[in-house]
């Protein structure tokens, strides 16, 4: 079930320089469909087109002809230390740059009664720490600042499914990827031999390869009638401790010295507590509707992200 569309898509994507907006660009490209990239500066050729995310901006134009949206934007909520200015920050961009996107998509329907695909970027953060509850896209909120972050983030997407369009929250776990992300800090850990359990280690990580990521937003693509969450994780969430023993053994280091989550909270501040937290989180809506993952086990996860350095 996991074919193409029947036809090539236009689509277009916000935050296409990050981790995941450079592979989803460049695999949609390999299977022949059109990318409009949406960017905040004046464009330099015919696939771009400008928007400013900051002031809620998107003239709705823009998203002529397009089949679909796939927004990414927003500051990546680990890149700096939570500030209650970042924190606001996080917040605040991400929520009018997805108003701006479903406003656009939905007079887009409104002006040529066409429905544009809206993909919106969402995080499992939107559980919380939840210990050893299995959690699924039917299980509510939990509590914390990117749970919050997570449910307003959702909650712009609201002019657009309000117009009748097809949106689709894709709730994505830790990207393991050796070119950024979740996974760099731990790499390099392991490397200098420092590599080991966060905290207690117990925690569940719901990791998830980023040729898999990337393939399930395509997915996502292929599967308009999929709307509402859906979580995009690995078929099994391992606890925290097993990335760290599997990481070392990988790349033939101890990975046995344990990070205590006081050291962490020292070191990083109040994100230490998301690192610490447990979400075991699985992907029954995509698995229920024929997505098979590549990297299943987590061995294959991590090889897949190293072999992307």
């Not at 995080?123 to 699924?136: C, K």
């Amino acid at each position: 079930m996991q074919q193409g569309s029947a036809r090539p898509l236009t689509v277009a994507v916000t935050g296409a320089s990050g981790l995941i907006g450079r592979a989803l660009v460049a695999a949609l490209r390999e299977r022949g469909d059109e990318v409009v990239t949406l960017v905040r500066r004046e464009p330099v050729s015919a696939g771009e087109r400008r928007w400013d995310p900051a002031t809620g901006h998107l003239d709705p134009q823009a998203l002529a002809g397009v089949d679909a949206v796939v927004n990414l934007a927003g500051p990546g909520v680990g890149d700096k230390r939570w500030t209650p200015a970042y924190k606001a920050r996080v917040l605040r961009d991400r929520v009018s740059a997805t108003e701006a996107v479903a406003e656009a998509v939905a007079a887009r329907l409104a002006s040529d009664d066409r429905a544009i695909h809206l993909v919106n970027a969402s995080a499992v953060g939107y559980y919380g720490d939840r210990g050893e509850e299995l959690l699924t896209e039917d299980s509510p909120g939990g509590l914390g600042f990117l749970a919050e972050v997570c449910r307003a983030w959702e909650g712009a997407t609201q002019a657009a499914s309000a117009a009748g369009a097809p949106v689709t929250l894709a709730r994505t776990g830790l990207v393991m990827s050796g070119a950024g992300g979740a996974l760099a800090p731990l790499v390099r850990a392991t490397r200098l031999g420092a590599g080991g359990p966060m905290g207690s280690g117990r925690q569940f990580w719901p990791v998830i390869s980023r040729r898999d990521e990337i393939a399930a937003l395509l997915f996502l693509l292929d599967h308009p009638d999929l709307t509402g969450p859906v979580n995009l994780v690995g078929v099994e969430p391992p606890r925290q401790r097993e990335v760290a023993g599997a990481l070392g053994r990988l790349l033939h280091r101890p990975a046995i010295l344990p990070a205590p989550g006081a050291a962490l909270r020292a070191v990083i501040g109040e994100f230490a507590g998301e690192i610490m937290a447990s979400q075991r989180v699985l992907p029954d809506r995509l698995l229920a509707a024929g997505f098979v993952h590549q990297d299943r086990a987590l061995t294959a996860v991590l090889a897949s992200a190293l072999a992307e350095e």
